[in-house]
């Protein structure tokens, strides 16, 4: 019975230390839910609640945070989540996020445009501004 608390608490203790954050530009005001964002990072709103352009970020398929970042705020697997850009980009309705290879590179684009959002791996740095984590 200790074996399993403990291993539990480990566990979870492992999930948080990996846990990821959406973030944006700190100068965004936008609110926002995870409804919002998984609207934007799924192609259904190209823009945030205030109206204002939002253009997504993401991490290359295949890295740890972006499997994260799919399971955990969209509520989909790599295979799933490339399935479902498959038929939006055939039938021209819309196309994934741009890609990129890590979170350095997120973290220098959202810094610098306050109409990007994307996400990371941890809880960033001062140049950004957290709204979610997953």
Same mark, same amino acid.
């Given at each position: 019975m200790k074996k399993t608390l403990?291993?539990?608490?480990?566990?979870?203790?492992?999930m948080n230390a990996v846990a990821g954050s959406v973030i944006v530009h700190p100068s965004n005001s936008a609110a926002l839910d995870n409804?919002?964002?998984?609207?934007?990072?799924?192609? $259904?709103?190209?823009?945030?609640?205030?109206?204002?352009?939002? !253009?997504?970020?993401?991490?290359a398929e295949g890295s740890g945070g972006a499997d994260t970042f799919n399971k955990g705020m969209l509520g989909k697997s790599a295979s799933q989540l490339k399935s479902?850009?498959?038929?939006?980009?055939?039938?021209? $309705? /819309?196309?994934?996020?741009?890609? !990129?290879?890590?979170?350095?590179?997120?973290? /220098?684009?959202?810094?610098?445009?306050?109409?990007?959002?994307?996400?990371i791996e941890g809880a960033g740095d001062g140049s950004v501004k957290v709204v979610a984590s997953y």
């Open positions: 403990i291993a539990a608490v480990l566990t979870m203790a492992s409804s919002s964002i998984k609207r934007i990072f799924l192609g $259904k709103s190209k823009s945030f609640p205030g109206g204002s352009s939002a !253009v997504p970020i993401s991490l479902y850009w498959a038929k939006l980009v055939f039938t021209g $309705k /819309a196309t994934p996020p741009k890609s !990129v290879a890590n979170d350095a590179e997120v973290l /220098a684009l959202i810094a610098a445009n306050p109409n990007m959002i994307g996400f």
